[in-house]
């Protein structure tokens, strides 16, 4: 189950004119011929870690960029790296403590169009104390 806070402070970090892909920022699919560059991110898991009396979450996030070159979906997983690795979020209801860059993941397809696309991303590890 997703925290729809952390999705809202993924989006905001990402949205805008932070990085080449402006506002084309989805969560878990573009729409139908979404003009690329664009990128996606999906809460993967998360996990309570009962280590202390606070709640403390342990998720995990999958965020890439779509692009028309290796070049432009680079430059764009750089810019995600850069708002998000070791950057403390800001999570309604939760006090993050721990936004960091994990497995990195690049790829190419080819749609049934014909279009080739590239994707680059990695997985975020989010830990979050319930406030």
Not at 110 to 120: H, I, L
């Amino acid at each position: 189950m997703s925290i729809p806070a952390l999705n809202t402070a993924i989006y905001s970090q990402l949205s805008g004119t932070y990085t080449s892909a402006g506002t084309k920022v989805y969560y878990l699919q573009a729409p139908d011929n979404a003009a690329l560059p664009y990128i996606v991110f999906d809460y993967v898991a998360s996990r309570d870690e009962n280590m202390t009396q606070n709640r403390t979450k342990d998720c995990s996030m999958f965020i890439r960029a779509y692009g028309t070159t290796p070049g432009q979906v680079g430059t764009i997983d750089g810019q995600i790296d850069g708002r998000l690795h070791n950057t403390t979020l800001t999570v309604s209801g939760y006090t993050n403590f721990w936004t960091m860059r994990e497995n990195a993941y690049s790829l190419s397809e080819v749609d049934a169009s014909g279009r080739k696309t590239f994707m680059a991303g990695a997985d975020y590890r989010v830990r979050l104390d319930v406030t």
